[in-house]
């Protein structure tokens, strides 16, 4: 019985995760959003927040979608830090690294012949705002964008989605210059998805582990 409270299979408090109810959900979390940010590149498009400038960057350059999101994410540690708390930063320095490194590795494992752009889109929102969800209430993000939006959703009580998606439109302003009109329309798409499921699931008053 004390072996399966520990990894949470048993575990009497629903107001604390356990560190293996953690593990999974941060794992889980990430390969999820991994799946849905693979999808979106196959069809060359972009989304919200850190990921979607890294995936600017990625289409213009030519640069490793996964080295740039981990590289754009770090100078958000410091507030991370600074706002949010040690835990939150670790969890999610975790979390961001492994779903680069997933991201990455996707080819190995998957091989997509052919792909609708619009469902593309949809499907990809879709399992984004899973995986995030599933981080956020084991108390991590995929950085930038997300734990700036974490941060007034727990101080102002702000939703994290509306948040992203303002600044979302940023991002589909600046992929003008890089990808077609066509496929920045389905991006918005994509961010739509995403940001809607996020702002109708994550309520920190409905999640109690959260505080």
């Known amino acids: 019985m004390a072996n399966m409270s520990v990894a949470g299979l048993w575990n009497k408090n629903p107001a604390k995760h356990t560190a ?8 889980s979390g990430s390969m999820i959003a991994a799946l849905g940010l693979f999808m979106l590149g196959k069809v060359g498009l972009v989304t919200s927040g850190t990921a979607g400038l890294a995936f600017l960057l990625h289409y213009w350059g030519g640069w490793g979608f996964g080295l740039l999101f981990f ?3 770090l100078p958000f540690y410091i507030l991370s830090y600074m706002r949010v708390g040690l835990d939150f930063t670790v969890k999610t320095f975790v979390a961001i690294g492994l779903t680069s490194v997933l991201v990455e590795l996707q080819n190995r494992f998957i091989d997509i012949q052919f792909l609708n752009p619009a469902w593309g889109a949809f499907l990809g929102g879709l399992l984004i705002g899973f995986g995030l969800l599933a981080l956020y209430r084991h108390r991590a993000s995929l950085g930038g964008i997300g734990i ?3 941060f007034l959703q727990d101080r102002f009580g702000i939703r994290a989605g509306l948040v992203q998606l303002a600044f979302d439109l940023v991002i589909m302003m600046l992929a003008f210059a890089v990808v077609s009109p066509v496929i920045v329309m389905y991006s918005i798409l994509g961010a739509v998805v995403l940001n809607i499921f996020l702002a109708i699931n994550h309520r920190s008053d409905r999640y109690i582990a959260l505080r």
Request: no cysteine; net charge negative.
């Open 148 to 150: 700036l939006a974490v």
């Open 20 to 27: 293996l109810e953690d593990i999974q959900g941060i794992v």
């Open 71 to 73: 590289i754009l994410n």
